[in-house]
């Protein structure tokens, strides 16, 4: 996983207005019975490793 283009309204598509991160980067979606944290939580290391892996 890693992060995609960033928010901008300077957009190529015609029919696109906006690109947006609908949520931070690096906040949790919530435990799937993985022992993932509670929805909402940041979590340092999956923002840094969204980062890093951004433009791969």
Do not use: M
Not at 20 to 42: N, Q, V
């Amino acid at each position: 996983r890693a992060l995609g283009a960033a928010p901008t309204a300077a957009t190529a598509g015609a029919h696109a207005d906006a690109y947006l991160w609908i949520k931070r980067p690096g906040e949790s979606d919530g435990s799937c019975g993985k022992g993932d944290p509670p929805a909402g939580t940041f979590v340092n290391q999956y923002a840094i490793d969204l980062a890093r892996n951004a433009g791969r």
